[in-house]
């Protein structure tokens, strides 16, 4: 009984001094219908994050969601759909860029990227080849212009 006490205890020390558990971190971008790059913006638009990360999108004013694009999202990387005026966190799950819309004011040009670890150059032409609505498009590009 002791002996499985001390186990436990050790097994807790571990996970908590892994560097995973140390690292991880939650950004919070926020969802707002005005911000510095005009209408219908994420803030901040662009994210670097790594692996075991969150991200966690928050509405600042009504009418917004924040869901994956499916066209835009790492191989294996479990999609994130939030409900309309509700906060939603992306669990950052692989290494690669996650490609994020307001469903609502896609068209207007609300989307956001988050880069995870040192995407391929295979990656980054895929993420540009993606067709988008002309607003988001310019935005994305902006957005990908920052990945390295």
Do not use: W
Not at 8 to 23: I, R
Not at 32 to 58: L, Q, R, Y
Not at 98 to 107: D, R, T, V
């Amino acid at each position: 009984m002791i002996r499985s006490a001390i186990f436990g205890s050790l097994a807790v020390a571990v996970l908590a001094l892994s560097p995973a558990a140390a690292s991880a971190k939650d950004i919070v971008v926020h969802m707002k219908n005005s911000g510095a790059d005009g209408a219908m913006v994420f803030e901040p638009s662009f994210v670097k994050a790594a692996v075991g990360d969150t991200v966690t999108f928050k509405p600042t004013n009504p009418s917004h969601n924040a869901e994956t694009m499916a066209n835009m999202l790492p191989a294996g990387a479990t999609a994130m759909k939030g409900a309309m005026n509700k906060e939603v966190t992306l669990t950052v799950s692989k290494p690669g860029l996650y490609g994020i819309k307001c469903m609502p004011h896609y068209s207007m040009g609300m989307v956001a990227l988050v880069q995870a670890g040192k995407p391929s150059a295979a990656d980054i032409a895929a993420a540009k080849a993606v067709k988008l609505p002309p607003l988001a498009g310019k935005r994305m590009a902006a957005a990908l212009a920052k990945v390295n």
